[in-house]
């Protein structure tokens, strides 16, 4: 049983679109992430939520809505997609909140915008 | 502003020899490092950590080593097998709460039998 799950694995759409990509954990963590993986290949936190509560939220347009209907599940909506939000988005997970708990990731959602 | 830095892209070790991954940072406030493995297509795979209060800390054929007034920490992973050959990512953290890792850039590391 895979412990992170992302859908979609790929996505693409063109520019101006509204898409959403899933995430779930069966790990019975508390604590979920968001992260991209841009081009030039850095990984950066986008959003961590504990309990359903947002705890972290980098500088991240409002485009971009985090959304947790339960702890294990933490999805991603972005509305009116632009050619730079092309990128691997990874989801995480972590037992608690706190920077020592290791984070077990998704396999990563592919996005490509047109 | 890279506060976690990876400066070699690529490394390429002959298998049964040590291989060593080097990081540097520059936030003082990061007390806990990380290490993460990643293959191809797939999320990275939390690998080894060390908490600033130590100096080293050891996992089978890989150890962490960290130097703090350096701002500088190391993987060593010995011997090498071709298992190994894969992205490898330093990470960051610090300052408690739920806090994002920091990730440098990524070392490709290749096993050549």
């Known amino acids: 049983d895979t412990a992170v799950s992302q859908t979609p694995k790929y996505l693409v759409t063109q520019m101006g679109n509204d898409k959403s990509i899933k995430c779930e954990q069966n790990?019975?963590?508390?604590?979920m992430y968001w992260y991209k993986q841009d081009s030039k290949k850095f990984l950066k936190i986008m959003f961590s939520?504990?309990?359903?509560?947002?705890?972290i939220n980098e500088t991240v347009p409002n485009r971009f809505s985090p959304k947790s209907p339960d702890k294990a599940h933490l999805n991603l909506h972005i509305n009116s997609l632009e050619l730079g939000d092309s990128a691997v988005y990874f989801c995480?997970?972590?037992?608690?909140?706190?920077?020592?708990?290791?984070?077990?990731f998704g396999p990563g959602t592919r996005l490509l915008v047109l | 502003d890279q506060q976690v830095k990876q400066n070699s892209p690529s490394l390429s070790v002959q298998e049964g020899r040590i291989s060593i991954l080097n990081c540097d940072y520059t936030?003082?406030?990061?007390?806990?490092f990380l290490w993460y493995k990643k293959y191809p297509a797939e999320g990275p795979t939390f690998l080894i950590s060390?908490?600033?209060?130590?100096d080293k800390n050891e996992d089978g054929r890989f150890t962490v080593f960290l130097n703090k007034s350096a701002k500088h920490l190391s993987l060593h992973i010995v011997p090498s097998q071709p298992g190994d050959s894969a992205v490898y990512f330093c990470?960051?953290?610090?300052?408690?709460?739920?806090?994002?890792?920091?990730f440098g850039k990524g070392t490709h590391l290749i096993i050549q039998p």
């Open positions: 990470a960051a953290t610090g300052g408690g709460g739920a806090d994002g890792l920091t």
């Open positions: 790990l019975g963590h508390d604590t």
């Open positions: 060390i908490s600033s209060i130590k």
């Open positions: 939520y504990n309990n359903k509560e947002l705890i």
């Open positions: 995480a997970s972590s037992r608690l909140a706190g920077g020592q708990e290791t984070q077990y």
């Open positions: 936030n003082s406030m990061f007390d806990y």
